[in-house]
């Protein structure tokens, strides 16, 4: 499976081309633009004034926010030149926070100085007023610097209470461990317990942070999970060995919950990776491997990563209703889940399991329908015992998915803890509660005390057929509202501005050439209003006269080759808000586009540093005519040319010269006009009118809005969606 995925990914990693969303962006000394940036451990990272070193501009307004990767990490804040307006600061100044305990404001000759935040989070804003009084500015070096195992001044430890309870022997009883040394353990988090309201597990979307424990396994260059796994303690992750064992490179993502979405996740590469020495590629036995990750996770933080507990090396749980969870497909042959879901399950006893193996336990229904499927291996089978969940199972293979009469089969972690233990022991520091053991002699009384719970379940496979519907068009509405603006913007494992699979012999008027172009459609005709370009996930670039109807009227349709058949499949998206600066409009979607599962849906690099394009060779695509008195031909077309200089333009409009005979026509307005750079396609241009569609009359040049010139205003309106980071 992983192979497949593998070949699947991106064939190169080039080094990024421009500050898009929270990118990880090389050590430079070149100043950042106003925006949200993330910092690897080490790095660091230059701001500066406008104009610095002459007057700051009056009533200017900039906001600048750092996410270090990792949690075990703080930043820190030097400004090397400050001049500001004195006073109480309350004119001009520099606002400095975290999320924990940093809160200040800085102007006159006194600026910041080895400010070290509480936590992974800095943010800086600088503001004048409009007053004469102006100043040189600063220039400010930030830097991300890693603390193993930092603790937060607002974590506590969680009380601990000791309650006996009188248990018939016929049922499991829970018993606490001993109490471990605090060189060893943390005091102030349980391993186990899932972050749920009220509700019944089973076959369905997990919540938000329901399995805090939950991992996922990224490629380097495609940002969906190939496989799953489990947190043990603050440094240790257990998956299957046959996740691992290739020796390709990987993440390990935690706090995932849609990999779609904007949300704050953890990072970290593996530092070593453990394969049990009896595993067996052909046969499956001990399908299990251990990794360590390359810095520690904070257990005591407040975040929602927590570990979950080991069982007893005697632990029997024949019999017992089993939670499994994963992003696989859901269903065989189906679509893998871009969120996280979980299935109940029954455990099946050593006699009913098909496999074979000491070292494996089977679950599922003898009736099929529910169940394990690729991309939900190595991720964990759990049993909960007295109100904590024990990794009772690896995920390991099957026959298909949920097949009746085949039930998945699963790593025994039980069987495996005195090859375990030792490495995950060795150096990592586990939770200081850690009581969840259990004692079974029977299981007859306890699958009648389950039983109410599991028929409640619903399948896994019942989900697939809305959620594919989903894909192929929205639900009309107005009042669906797009995702808040994230406090931490995790970027995507796709590049900008290089097609995944370039067409070549087909021309480059194909979709998959041209990624960054869909069409903007009003659903109450029917008919093409405008085209556009992708920015990123929730995001679309298009001309102000494309968005000035009805904004529940509107849909944007991608991945399109031909708007009138599914040549390529088409994805729907309806349009929840719609922003505007000049000639230019944001399209904000009501659902995010995926940028790493099609190949006709990707974002062209944005030119961040106003670069001049003047005699660049550019396309422009749209979805417009063919001639001037055609009807649109809903068929992706592009227009090759060139940018020149032309006068009498204003200065954040652009001159296009098409080379061929028609120009832009129609619909082709709003589209995107690309120039390449480094081997990339940066978004140089919008097409704003079409001059009469052809140059056969003499007509000199077309115009465009120069996207470098709203290149600050994009950034900041878009930072709902994720980027394109490689």
Excluded at 37 to 44: F, G, T, V
Excluded at 376 to 389: A, C, E, I, K
Excluded at 606 to 627: C, E, K
Excluded at 635 to 653: E, H, M, P, T, Y
């Amino acid at each position: 499976m992983r192979s497949l995925l593998l070949l699947a990914a991106v064939a190169f990693q080039a080094a990024l081309a421009s500050p898009m969303g929270a990118p990880l962006l090389p050590e430079t000394r070149a100043a950042l633009l106003c925006g949200n940036y993330s910092i690897n451990p080490d790095q660091s990272l230059f701001i500066k004034s406008k104009r610095f070193a002459q007057d700051y501009p009056k009533n200017h307004d900039c906001s600048y926010t750092f996410h270090c990767t990792d949690y075990a990490a703080s930043l820190l804040l030097n400004c090397t030149r400050f001049e500001l307006q004195g006073g109480d600061c309350t004119k001009d100044f520099m606002h400095v926070y975290d999320e924990n305990s940093v809160d200040d404001r800085y102007c006159g000759t006194d600026g910041p100085q080895n400010v070290v935040t509480g936590d992974n989070f800095l943010g800086v804003r600088f503001k004048t007023n409009g007053d004469s009084v102006r100043k040189s500015g600063f220039f400010c070096k930030v830097r991300c610097y890693h603390v193993d195992d930092k603790t937060t001044t607002t974590t506590t430890a969680a009380p601990t209470t000791s309650t006996t309870t009188q248990t018939p022997p016929t049922t499991i009883t829970t018993t606490p461990a001993p109490v471990p040394t605090p060189s060893n353990a943390y005091s102030g988090c349980r391993c186990g317990v899932v972050q749920r309201s009220s509700r019944i597990v089973g076959g369905a979307e997990t919540e938000v942070g329901e399995y805090p424990w939950q991992v996922g396994l990224y490629t380097t260059r495609l940002q969906t999970p190939y496989c799953g796994g489990s947190l043990v303690n603050n440094l240790y992750v257990v998956t299957a060995a046959d996740c691992v064992d290739d020796g390709a490179e990987f993440q390990i993502i935690l706090g995932e919950h849609d990999y779609t979405k904007v949300s704050r996740v953890y990072v970290r590469t593996p530092d070593q990776v453990s394969i049990h020495p009896g595993y067996n590629a052909q046969t499956k036995d001990n399908n299990i491997a251990v990794v360590r990750l390359s810095s520690p996770i904070n257990l005591n933080a407040d975040i929602p990563v927590k570990p979950v507990c080991l069982p007893e090396p005697s632990a029997d749980f024949s019999g017992r209703t089993a939670v499994a969870t994963g992003w696989g497909l859901m269903a065989e042959g189906g679509l893998e889940s871009p969120v996280l879901r979980e299935v109940e399950l029954t455990v099946l006893s050593e006699a009913d399991c098909p496999a074979g193996s000491s070292a494996t336990l089977c679950a599922g229904e003898p009736e099929g329908g529910k169940g394990t499927c690729n991309g939900d291996f190595g991720g964990p089978l759990l049993v909960d015992v007295g109100g904590q969940y024990v990794l009772a199972g690896v995920t390991s293979h099957g026959t298909g998915c949920a097949r009746a009469g085949q039930p998945g089969v699963y790593t025994d972690v039980s069987s495996v803890l005195d090859w375990m233990l030792p490495i995950i022991e060795s150096d990592g520091k586990s939770c200081g509660d850690n009581s969840a053991t259990t004692t079974t002699s029977t299981a007859a009384t306890t699958s009648a005390t389950e039983a109410a719970t599991s028929t409640a379940a619903a399948t896994s496979t019942a989900a697939a057929a809305s959620t594919t519907t989903t894909e192929q068009a929205t639900t009309t509405t107005t009042t669906v509202a797009t995702t808040a603006p994230a406090t931490s913007n995790p970027t995507l494992q796709c590049s900008c501005g290089i097609p995944l699979n370039p067409l070549r012999a087909a021309g480059t008027d194909h979709i998959n050439n041209n990624p960054w172009t869909v069409a903007i459609l009003s659903k109450s005709s029917g008919q093409q209003v405008c085209s556009g370009a992708v920015i990123n996930t929730y995001n679309v670039l298009t001309a102000k006269d494309c968005a000035t109807g009805a904004v529940a009227d509107l849909q944007v349709k991608a991945n399109a080759q031909d708007l009138t058949s599914e040549v390529t499949r088409i994805v729907n998206r309806d349009v929840a808000s719609v922003s505007s600066s000049g000639d230019l409009a944001i399209l904000k979607l009501t659902t995010p586009l995926s940028l790493t599962n099609w190949e006709g849906i990707k974002p062209a690099c944005m030119p961040a540093y106003n670069p001049d394009f003047t005699n660049t060779p550019a396309v422009q695509s749209g979805y417009g005519r063919l001639s001037a008195g055609a009807a649109d031909s809903a068929q992706l077309k592009k227009v090759d040319g060139a940018f020149i200089w032309c006068s009498g333009l204003a200065s954040n409009r652009v001159c296009f010269q098409p080379f061929q005979e028609q120009g832009f026509c129609g619909a082709d307005k709003g589209g995107p006009i690309v120039a390449e750079r480094d081997g990339r396609q940066y978004l140089a241009g919008i097409a704003l009118k079409d001059n009469g569609c052809t140059t056969s009359s003499g007509m000199l040049f077309q115009e465009a809005a120069r996207v470098a010139s709203y290149y600050q205003w994009v950034m900041d309106s878009s930072q709902d969606g994720r980027f394109c980071g490689l």
